[in-house]
């Protein structure tokens, strides 16, 4: 049988004697717990219901066509407006860029996800916002393949390339746009 040895203390009993009779008649206080400051998010997520409002409030038309099918290629989904610099992509896959607002498609049919797409796109544009990460996800397939062809009709829209992995992977898109301040558009060519 095996028996214990005490544990050595680093305090001495007489410590602990002057300890106890220094806090003797003290009530303890009843939280002791702070509650820690909410710190923001670096990007923003925004609630895509009311912009879609917005912007039927706004007449917009829409800029997309479920008929066009611009030349995509096949595999990582990545594409340039003609005009603008063919590196933006590879800039874009690189993480280079960070989304400044998320769209979040899950669980939207395709004419609500275009809807909310076209009214992200203004939103953005408006506030001068470059980058925006639309995660379509994987599913079915059908925003996956939707979601491209209509950021390719897009004026505002200068490039976009399958989102890294921090920032959705396959399931997302990283797209960066044209600023609605010309002289920040000269900058960006």
Not at 85 to 103: I, N
Request: hydrophobic share 35%.
């Amino acid at each position: 049988m095996e028996t214990k040895k005490p544990k050595k203390t680093l305090v001495s009993e007489q410590d602990r004697e002057l300890f106890r009779a220094e806090v003797e008649g003290i009530t303890p206080i009843t939280q002791d717990r702070a509650e820690l400051p909410v710190v923001p998010v670096s990007r923003k997520k925004v609630k895509m219901k009311n912009l879609a409002l917005e912007t039927q409030r706004d007449n917009a038309s829409d800029p997309f066509s479920d008929h066009y099918e611009p030349l995509l290629p096949e595999g990582t989904m990545s594409w340039v407006a003609s005009g603008d610099e063919p590196y933006l992509a590879k800039q874009l896959r690189r993480g280079d860029f960070s989304p400044e607002m998320t769209l979040d498609l899950h669980g939207y049919t395709k004419i609500q996800a275009k809807r909310d797409l076209a009214a992200a796109i203004k939103q953005c544009v408006r506030d001068s916002l470059t980058c925006l990460c639309v995660i379509h996800g994987i599913g079915h397939g059908v925003l996956r393949q939707q979601v491209p062809l209509w950021l390719a009709q897009h004026p505002d829209v200068r490039a976009f390339h399958q989102a890294p992995l921090e920032w959705g992977g396959h399931g997302a898109l990283l797209v960066l746009l044209r600023s609605a301040h010309p002289l920040q558009n000269a900058l960006h060519r």
